[in-house]
């Protein structure tokens, strides 16, 4: 269950992100994929952080050695994992008007980044080793 959630949290910010992408050319798709994906892994992000606040865990890939993937979840993970989630979830909302009210045109680049972003946030608070910190950290 554990690990499901969060690689459900990964997986939903990486479909964002190349649904931005695929979808720059319409600004208006564009803009509502990227953050649509962006708010449900922001709600799943809190859900994860009120469900396992107390608990230690280590996610993990059956197809991954665990020396290249390798996370853990503690408390201040999951604090953190929370706060992150909180506040890009206010951001989420704005973005949605952010299309109409600007006029920006190529709006699927700011989604794609802003959703790598979110996620390299939440993937180096979770970091287990120094390898895996130093990878997500750049």
């Known amino acids: 269950m554990i690990n499901d959630l969060f690689l459900g949290l990964v997986i939903t910010f990486l479909i964002g992100a190349a649904a931005a992408v695929i979808t ?3 600004d208006r798709m564009s803009c509502y994929l ?3 994906c962006a708010t449900l892994a922001s709600i799943m992000g809190l859900f994860f952080q009120f469900s396992f606040c107390l608990k230690d865990f280590h996610i993990y890939l059956e197809w991954i050695p665990p020396q ?4 853990r979840g503690w408390f201040v993970c ?3 994992t929370g706060n992150i989630n909180s506040c890009f979830f206010s951001f989420d909302l704005f973005f949605r008007l952010y299309e109409r009210i600007f ?3 190529n709006i699927g680049y700011l989604g794609f ?3 790598i972003f979110i996620l390299s946030m939440i993937l180096v608070v979770s970091a287990d080793n120094a390898f895996m910190f130093l990878i997500v950290w750049n």
Do not use: G, Q, T, V
């Open 24 to 26: 720059n050319k319409n």
């Open 34 to 36: 990227a953050f649509s």
């Open 68 to 71: 290249f993937w390798n996370f």
């Open 78 to 80: 999951i604090f953190h």
């Open 103 to 105: 006029r920006k045109k």
């Open 113 to 115: 980044l802003y959703n």
